[in-house]
């Protein structure tokens, strides 16, 4: 998105979004914009739906009830999704909706939450998810709001895996790895479809790694000689990978 407009805000909708049609927030973000941020007619805000870019949309009304605003011109084209598929084990309370954020910031296409045996967390609500999804997509200029996949086992997910995934291979952050930089297992997967998998903040266990590093699409990778929380283990592996293989190249 053109710098020029960073200092916008960016708001996730809805419907179609084409130049010089009008639209009509809903309730929560006609508060937002208008009670929140104080927007007023001739205000600019920048919204985008995840298929059509992003567009400068100028304010027509500033009602708290119903914000309108007429859609004026794109200033960015939408993007291919990202490719990059995220398992995780779900985490307690504020920690999830960071990793879910940190995600969608660090370029994942796919957020997969995955019951592992040492997994704390067994009721998502997917709603909370996909919202922290929405929140940092409108905050770090992402186009495209990440799926969020619907809960599953880490068995299921890995016996299924090659029906579901083709090729994909699934890089597999292990802390039982011997300390090491996993350059040397990225480097390899370039130009490939790619999968990473986190453990919990208990690991994964040895049944689970035994598992895991017995599968031919398995990559298992050290993330260095410390034992990284969970969160942080995302971020960093996520990282690697886009600098390496993914879209920072
Ligand atoms: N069992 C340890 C514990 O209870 O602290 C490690 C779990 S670690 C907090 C959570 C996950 O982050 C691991 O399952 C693994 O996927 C990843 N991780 C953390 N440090 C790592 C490392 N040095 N190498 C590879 N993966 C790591």
């Given at each position: 998105m053109p710098r020029s407009y960073a200092h916008l805000q960016r708001l996730f909708v809805g419907p179609d979004l084409s130049a010089g049609i009008a639209l009509t927030l809903n309730k929560e973000q006609s508060l937002y914009l208008?009670?929140?941020?104080r927007k007023s007619i001739g205000d600019e805000v920048i919204l985008f739906n995840g298929r059509d870019g992003a567009w400068l949309c100028r304010l027509t009304s500033d009602s708290k009830k119903s914000v309108a605003l007429d859609v004026v011109e794109r200033i960015a084209p939408q993007p291919p999704p990202s490719d990059l598929w995220y398992g995780f084990a779900p985490l307690k309370n504020e920690r999830l909706d960071y990793v879910i954020q940190k995600a969608v910031e660090m370029g994942a296409g796919t957020i997969q939450p995955v019951q592992t045996q040492?997994?704390?967390?067994?009721?998502?609500k997917h709603e909370r998810l996909a919202a922290n999804a929405i929140e940092a997509a409108e905050q770090c200029e992402v186009l495209n709001v990440p799926i969020i996949a619907p809960e599953t086992g880490l068995d299921q997910m890995l016996d299924g895996w090659r029906e579901n995934h083709g090729d994909r291979k699934l890089i597999f952050a292990d802390?039982?790895?011997?300390?090491?930089?996993?350059l040397s297992s990225l480097?390899?997967?370039?130009g490939q479809r790619i999968g990473l998998i986190v453990g919990p903040e208990?690991?994964?266990s040895e049944t689970e790694r035994t598992k895991l590093r017995s599968l031919p699409f398995v990559v298992p990778v050290s993330l260095g000689p410390r034992i990284l929380r969970a969160d942080t283990a995302a971020v960093a592996a996520m990282a690697i990978i886009q600098a390496t293989i993914g879209d920072w190249r």
């Open positions: 208008a009670a929140v941020l040492y997994t704390q967390v067994h009721r998502l802390e039982g790895e011997a300390p090491s930089s996993p480097l390899p997967l370039a208990g690991g994964f």
